[in-house]
């Protein structure tokens, strides 16, 4: 059985400040490993993504994130907030190479991100 | 291209009534997978279907159930609704399903509230 576990389900930082949302997964298969960011009254956004090869995975916005096997982590980071970095955000994982369940994503709890300027 | 359609984007029913929620997904995916987000358990997937049979399930009762047409819109039913199933669903839809890795892309949601 996959798992995600979100540290800190809410995060406060300054305007400018660096970004560090952290998440630990559990998988049984090399996994997938996702973040997304929901905005109020709005589906799911893809940040970032590793599947396979590099892993440092640059995403949209400005945010990255490291795959570390060793640590089973896949923390997200941004080196400097924006007030429209407001939102709350998901780590996600999902079957990896020889899984069969793909189509399944399993959803850490969230982290909502709170800016102050 | 469009994106991940959802119908009816609020929905307000009664315990014991059931209701159908719609999913259309983007043109040309064929994979249709359904979560539910609420405060307390979180983003929670519910099944997911691929050429019209279903391919995974989560661990939700037999209330829960769904469909696939063979036009790739889906369809998921909740039955003798209960208090507790008040929450966001949300539909995503990817382009194949098992074999690989595709990109979920997620709807804006079904918002229902069962009073």
């Known amino acids: 059985a996959q798992s995600v576990t979100q540290l800190g389900s809410h995060v406060s930082v300054s305007e400018g400040a660096l970004v560090l949302l952290r998440c630990n997964y559990s998988?049984?298969?090399?996994?997938?490993l996702f973040w997304y960011v929901q905005y109020p009254n709005q589906g799911l956004q893809l940040l970032l993504k590793?599947?396979?090869?590099?892993?440092l995975v640059k995403g949209i916005n400005g945010f990255e994130a490291e795959f570390k096997k060793s640590e089973t982590s896949f923390h997200l980071t941004k080196p400097s907030a924006h007030m429209s970095d407001a939102a709350e955000y998901f780590c996600?994982?999902?079957?990896?190479?020889?899984?069969?369940?793909?189509?399944?994503?399993?959803f850490g709890q969230g982290t909502i991100l709170t800016v102050h300027p | 291209k469009a994106g991940v359609t959802q119908t009816p984007r609020y929905l307000i029913k009664t315990r014991g009534q059931q209701v159908t929620l719609s999913c259309s997904p983007i043109?040309?995916?064929?994979?249709v997978s359904w979560y539910q987000q609420t405060p307390g358990q979180g983003l929670q997937f519910l099944f997911e279907?691929?050429?019209?049979?279903?391919?995974n399930k989560g661990n939700f009762p037999g209330r829960f159930s769904g469909r696939q047409f063979s036009n790739s819109r889906s369809e998921m039913n909740v039955s003798t609704l209960e208090l507790g199933d008040s929450a966001l669903y949300l539909c995503?839809?990817?382009?194949?399903?098992?074999?690989?890795?595709?990109?979920?892309?997620f709807g804006p949601g079904t918002r229902l509230t069962v009073l």
């Open positions: 995503a839809s990817s382009l194949l399903s098992g074999i690989s890795y595709n990109e979920q892309f």
């Open positions: 998988s049984s298969v090399p996994p997938y």
């Open positions: 590793y599947t396979t090869g590099a892993t």
């Open positions: 996600a994982v999902s079957g990896g190479a020889g899984g069969t369940s793909y189509g399944k994503l399993t």
């Open positions: 043109s040309g995916h064929r994979s």
């Open positions: 279907y691929f050429s019209e049979t279903q391919r």
